[in-house]
C-alpha cells in the first residue's frame, strides 16, 4: 500500500512561488510514475503534471511549474513559480504502480489527502 503525503501549500500573493512535496513510503519508488493534480472550488479534479523518466505537464501550468523527483528519498516536487489566482485549488500527489506518465486520474492508484494552495490577486 502506498500513502502519498503532501506537503507545502500556503497562501501567496500572485506572481509568487511555492513548492510543493509529496512522499511516498514504497520501496519500489523508482517504478511508480507520479503526478500532481488539482481541483479548484466548485470545478472538477484536473492533471497538472507528471513523472517518471520524462515529464508531461498541462498547458496550462507550462512553463511556470516543474516537477521533479529524488527516488533516493521518495520524494517528488512542484515547484510552482509566477503563480496566479485560478492556480488557487487543494493540490494532490498521485502514484501509478504502472510507471505511466499519465494525465487520466484513473490511472493513479494511490492519491494524498491534499495540501491547500491560495493565490491572492
Known amino acids: 500500500q502506498v500513502q502519498p503525503i503532501e506537503s507545502g501549500g500556503g497562501l501567496v500573493e500572485a506572481g509568487g512561488s511555492l513548492r510543493l512535496s509529496c512522499e511516498a513510503s514504497?520501496?519500489?519508488?523508482?517504478?511508480?510514475?507520479m503526478a500532481w493534480f488539482r481541483q479548484a472550488p466548485g470545478k472538477e479534479r484536473e492533471f497538472v503534471a507528471a513523472?517518471?523518466?520524462?515529464?508531461h505537464y498541462a498547458d496550462s501550468v507550462k512553463g511556470r511549474f516543474t516537477i521533479s523527483r529524488n527516488n533516493d528519498e521518495n520524494m517528488i516536487y512542484l515547484q510552482m513559480n509566477s503563480l496566479k489566482p485560478e492556480d488557487t485549488a487543494v493540490y494532490y500527489c498521485?502514484?501509478?504502480?504502472?510507471?505511466?506518465?499519465?494525465?487520466?486520474?484513473?490511472?493513479?492508484?494511490?492519491w494524498g489527502q491534499g495540501t491547500q494552495v491560495t493565490v491572492s490577486s
Open positions: 498521485a502514484a501509478d504502480g504502472y510507471g505511466r506518465v499519465s494525465e487520466l486520474q484513473y490511472d493513479y492508484d494511490y
Open positions: 513523472i517518471r523518466w520524462s515529464t
Open positions: 514504497v520501496r519500489t519508488f523508482a517504478n511508480y510514475g
